[in-house]
Every structure is written in structure tokens, then in C-alpha cells.
């Protein structure tokens, strides 16, 4: 058993998993959840994916042995500074947000010389489902997380909580924040604002009842992340809006360039670029 | 039985799927084939897509009760000039073209008298696989298949070819070429457009590897659709450029917004979108 008693801050599809995953493992003993919605909570218990609920971060931390937060990346700094003051000596503290830059300096304004304690993780995992009911012991089985570890922490720190996430079935990659951002500012980040921003223009119009229906299987996956929580997004967004504003940016580079291509009507060129994206598409199926 | 004869024109995802549909329906007798691939007509003979091969759309043609044209729709206008001639009196001719007013604007050139005999089809189906490896029966099942009947056209006409689509499973729209290419130009053309744009950036920079490492599930889905055939989307951007265009324009205007909001960090109103674009989908998903 790596952890006796494991703390889970926002039980929702990251947190419950990170819970069922653990127990399925035998990699903890009692799991305590804490969270903002009651209901959630309650059902939690009920599915098994907590063991008992505290009534708020501070309870939930007491006597843990690894806390993890989960909830949107917003309320990281307010838990922070909550849990700080009793987190034990021998304490471990994760995360699962998507940003990194942000939460480590939350955790350095809140945590104090406690910061070593904390290793910062994101699990490369989602679904456009949200609550302790998408929970599954599944969810990061064969999936990446990132560990972007502090130079504050000790190496047998960094080791026992990504021994916690391989206990959950995932791969491990170590990289800073910066680089962490920057990547998922791009592959993650970027085209869940590009689905939210197709559906919010087609849903504006007059004309979106018939435009709805006549999307096909094509638009139904092009946009299923923009079925994905917007109060976590939202504060993805913030958190990351340099990263984003970026890639924005650049994409539009990129439409321009497609947009004169279309002018023209340049066949070939268009051709050419759709091959060119098919077979890097069909690479990185295959390698992955 | 509809049809003694039908004669396909390109055996690929659409046309070998409607040949093995309509004989699943036992709706026809002889199925031809042509196309420009012999390696992949045979196959299609050997995967009982078809019965047969001729050497060219001419030679299918002849004598059919049914011609299908499915291949990229550049190559329309000299399909129909070419089987023209031998269309017989009672021989109907439909298509599974992406785009309408061009492929009726070929018809009308090249069929004279005849164009009464051409009903324009659109099944909205699709898949990134391509070739008659990739057709199937069911892949018409409970899809959309948009009519865009002409003034020429005698009411029985059309019914005999909806009944063809119908009998592949399909439910019936009907729209004139305008609309169709309106509504299909915003909610597949330009989904199209925009993942092949997202993957190709990516491929395009130095830390393409690194970003694909890091790529997951919402990606995956996200950009599907830019595994589709790099031709027949050449020729649907070429075809129906005019609204694609439009509603790229629209398109990045809403990106103007929403990079407007990302800059200003305004949560609320960036939460505010996602939630609306999230209701927007799940509605569609639910009722759809």
C-alpha cells in the first residue's frame, strides 16, 4: 500500500477516478472526499468512489497522506492556503489540473517552505463528462500524466507520487511548466476553443435549428469537447491565456493562408496541404 | 426489385456502400462497377460489392436502369458527357456528390434533354476511410440523404430514386442546390477545412513530434475528419468555395471575439460561451 489515507479535493472525473483507480489497485487504504456539491459527494460514497466525506479541504487534508486537488484550477490558490496549515510533515500533495504555471504559483504563494511536498501532475485524460458518476478506475490507464516536479523537491518526493499515478495505470513524462503549457496550449487547449467557438456560431444564428440538423457524424466529433465543462475551461482559459492567445493567433495564420489558397482556387496547393495533414494524422494514429 | 441494372461509377466508401445496400435490400439485380483504380474494382469484385467490372463509365453505363456517380466531383462533367450517350430513355442517373450546384451545373451541360433523367443526391455519411475495402451496408442506415430535385425532374422520377436511398436505409431531405450547399458548406465543409488547417500547423513546426506526443483523445476526435481523401476534399473546397469562404469570414470573426475575451481575461463571459455552446451540442446530440 502506498498511501493509508488518501485525500481527494473535488471528486469529479479526475478526482473519482484518481480514487476508484487507487482502490482497484490496492494502493491506498481510506479515501476521504471533499467538495463543494453535497450531492456529488453523497453519491461518490454512494458508487464506492470515496469511502467518507469532510465537510471541507481543511478536514479532508487532516491526517492524509496525499492529498489530491481537483477541482478547477480557479480555487487552487484558496485551497492551498487552506490545507497548508495542516498538512503533516510526511504529507504528499498532487494535482490534476490542466495548467501548470498558474497552480505552482499558487502553491508557492500558499504553501510556504511546504511547497516541497508538493509535486505537480496533470493527467492527459478527459471526457466530455463531468461528476463523481464519469468516474471510472479505467480513465488513465495507458494515458500520459505530466509531472512537471519542483526543483524543491526531494527526488524520493517526486518518486512516491509517481508511483501513485502509475498505480493508476499511467504512463509518467517529466517536463517543466513552461514547456507543459506551452505544449497543451496547443494540442488541448486550442481546439477546445475552436469547438466551443464552431457550436457558439452556429447556435447564434437564426438558421441553427437547420444547421443542427443536418450535422453529421463529422461535426459530432470535431466538436465533442465542446460538450466539456465550462467553469473548468473557463478557468483553463485564464490560466493559460497566453499560451492560447498564441496558438490563436497562429491558427488564424493558417486559415488566412487556407482562405487565399480557396480564393485562388488553388486545387493543388489544397490538395497538397490535405495530404500533408492526413498523413501526419495517420503517423501519429498508428504510433499511438 | 428497383433496378435490373445498376452501374456504379467509382467503388469507393459511397458507391460500393450503396452497391452492397441496395443488394442487402435486394433492390437490385447486376451491379457494375468502373473507376479509374483497378486494383480496387477488384477488390470490390472480390468483396461481392460488385458483380461486375467494365472498363470505363461508357461501358457501365450501357443498358443500366441506375447509374450512380461517386467518385471526386471534378471529374463529373466528364462522366456525364461520357455516359450520355448511351443513357437509355428509362435509365435513371443520381450521385453522392458532397457539393450540388456545380455538380448540376455539369449535368446541365453535358446531359442536354436528358438532365430530366438526373436526380442530385448528397448522403450525408462519410467516414476518414476511403476505397471499397471501407464501404458497408449499413453505412446509409438512418443517415441523411439530401435531394435537391430539379424543375425537370417528373415526380415519379424522384421517387424512384428515393426509393433507391430509402431502401439503402436512408431518410429522405429534400432542399433545392443553394441551400444544401449553404447549410452543408457551414457544417461540414468548414469543419473540414479547419481541422486539416489544425493538424497541418502542427506537422508544419519544428516541435511537431513533441506536440503529437502530448496529443490525446480530444484531439483525436477533434481532427478526424482530416484523415478524409485529401481529392475529394480538393474538389468539394474547389466546388463550393463561394460559401466556404463565407463562412470562414464568420468564422474567424468569432475568434476575433473570443481571443478578445482570452485577452481581456474575462471568465464570465468566457464561461458564459462554453455554457451556451455546451447546450447548444447536447441538445443536438439528444434530439439527433
Not at 175 to 203: K, N, Q, R, T, W
Amino acid at each position: 500500500m502506498l498511501f493509508e489515507r488518501v485525500a481527494i479535493v473535488g471528486v469529479g472525473l479526475i478526482g473519482g477516478s484518481f480514487a476508484l483507480a487507487l482502490k482497484e489497485a490496492k494502493a491506498c487504504g481510506h479515501v476521504v472526499g471533499a467538495g463543494r456539491s453535497a450531492a456529488n459527494l453523497r453519491r461518490a460514497q454512494e458508487l464506492g468512489v470515496i469511502d467518507s466525506i469532510a465537510p471541507d479541504a481543511v478536514a479532508a487534508a487532516h491526517n492524509a497522506d496525499l492529498v489530491l486537488l481537483a477541482t478547477p484550477v480557479a480555487q487552487f490558490l484558496r485551497l492551498f492556503r487552506e490545507i497548508a496549515s495542516v498538512l503533516g510533515p510526511r504529507a504528499l500533495v498532487t494535482d490534476g489540473g490542466s495548467t501548470k504555471r498558474d497552480v505552482i504559483a499558487a502553491a508557492r504563494a500558499a504553501l510556504g517552505r511546504k511547497i516541497s511536498q508538493f509535486v505537480p501532475a496533470h493527467p492527459i485524460a478527459g471526457a466530455e463528462k463531468s461528476g463523481a458518476e464519469a468516474a471510472s478506475a479505467g480513465l488513465f490507464r495507458d494515458r500520459r500524466v505530466v509531472i512537471t516536479a519542483l526543483p524543491e523537491n526531494s527526488e524520493s518526493t517526486v518518486k512516491k507520487v509517481q508511483d501513485a499515478w502509475s498505480a493508476c495505470g499511467a504512463r509518467i513524462a517529466r517536463m517543466d511548466a513552461e514547456e507543459h503549457d506551452a505544449i497543451l496550449g496547443a494540442v488541448s487547449h486550442l481546439p477546445h476553443v475552436l469547438a466551443y467557438a464552431l457550436v457558439h456560431e452556429f447556435a447564434s444564428r437564426e438558421e441553427g435549428p437547420e444547421l443542427f440538423a443536418h450535422a453529421a457524424g463529422g461535426f459530432r466529433d470535431f466538436t465533442r469537447i465542446a460538450s466539456s465543462h465550462p467553469e473548468m475551461w473557463r478557468d483553463i482559459c485564464i490560466a493559460n491565456s497566453d499560451r492560447i492567445l498564441e496558438e490563436l493567433r497562429r491558427y488564424r495564420k493558417k486559415l488566412d493562408a487556407l482562405g487565399k489558397l480557396l480564393e485562388a482556387g488553388d486545387g493543388a496547393a489544397l490538395e497538397k496541404l490535405f495530404a500533408e495533414a492526413r498523413a501526419a494524422r495517420d503517423k501519429w494514429i498508428h504510433s499511438s
